[in-house]
C-alpha cells in the first residue's frame, strides 16, 4: 500500500515534467569526438565545422552521426531561414504546417529529426541537452553557410525551446538574428523544481523500464481533434515515457534555465492560456533572467484557449502567420494582437485568461 502510494505520487509529478506526454529512453551519449578548429567564413557566414555537412535530406553532425533532415523551401528569393527544434517524441516533420506556410513568406525551415527521436540514430535512447544543442547549432551554422546573408532564426517548441535557449547562449556573435519559443519547457528554480529532479532520479533508479501512459484528453495538448489523432497514430512519434529518461529531462529544463541569462537575441516567447504543460513558474523565471540593462527580454504573445501545442491548434496557421511576421519584421506588431493582449493582460502569465476583456475582443480579429 505504500509502495502503491509512492509510487502514485511520483507518477503524478513525473508525468508533469513528461509535458506533452513524450519522453524517451536514457543512455549514455554516443561518443562525441572533438571538433576541429572553425574555419574562418566570409563576414556573411558563420564558422562551420569540419566534417560537417547539410544534405538534401540528411544532416551529417560534427561527430559524423548521419540525422534525418526536413526541408521547405521557400517560394521566391529566400529572406529568412528558420532552424525548427522539434519537442519530446516529437520529430522534424511535425513543422510541416508551419512551415508550408512560412514558404510562401519567403522562409526557408530546417527541421532534424534530434538524436533519439522520429527516425534518428538510436531511436528512444536520450542524448542529453548537451548533443542536442549542439546538433542545433551545427545544423544552424551550416544553414547560414548555405544561406550567405540571410537572417538565421532557431526556433523551438516545448522540449525543443529549452534546447533552442541552451544552443542560443552558445551560439557565437553573429550565427543567430533571433530566437522564437513557443511554450519553451523550462523548469522553474524553486523547491517544487528540486523536488521534481529528485523524484525522477529516485524513479529512474526504482523502476527505470516502468513506462507512463499519454496525458489524458482533458490534459491534451491541442484543441484540433485531426492533429490529435495524427498525434495518436503517428508511428514516428514516442508514445510513452520511461521514467529513467526524465532526469535527463528535468536537467535540460534546469541548463536552459541557468543558461538564459546569456542570451541576448531578439527573443518572441509563445504562450497559450490554457497550456497545462508549462510549469508558469518556470516561465516567469526565463523572462526574469533574459531582461537585462542590455536587453529588454522577449516580446511576449498571449494566445486566448491556446494549449500547449500551438502550432498545431485550431488557430494555429493563425499562430504561425505571427511567428513569420515577427521573423521578417520583429518591431512589428504581430497580425493576431496576441502581443498587445500579453502587454494589456499580464496576468495572464501566471492564470488563465478569465476576466481579461481584451482577449475576448483584439484576439479574435
Known sequence: MVIGRVFKTGFAVLLLAALAACVPTRSPPASSAASAPAVPAAPAAAPYILGAALGADTLTADDGVSLPLHSWTADGPVRAVVVAVHGMNDYGNVFDRPARLWEKAGITTYALDQRGFGQAVRRGRWYGGDRMAGDALVLARLARARHPGIPVFLLGESMGGAVAVLAAARAEPGLLSGLVLSAPAIWGVGARAAVVRAASVVMGALAPGWTAPPLSTKNASTDDPVALKRIREDKLIIHQTRFDTLAGIVDLMRDAQASAAKVTLPTLLLLGDLDGHVPRDGIA?????????????????????????????????????????????????????ADARARACPQLLLTPAKGCAFGRTAAKR
Not at 293 to 313: I, N, Q, V
Open 285 to 337: 523565471a526565463l523572462l526574469r533572467r533574459m531582461t537585462t540593462k542590455s536587453s529588454p527580454g522577449p516580446k511576449l504573445a498571449f494566445y486566448e484557449g491556446g494549449r500547449h501545442l500551438l502550432m498545431r491548434s485550431l488557430n494555429g496557421d493563425r499562430v504561425s502567420a505571427d511567428i513569420a511576421s515577427w521573423v521578417l519584421a520583429p518591431d512589428a506588431p504581430l497580425p493576431s494582437g
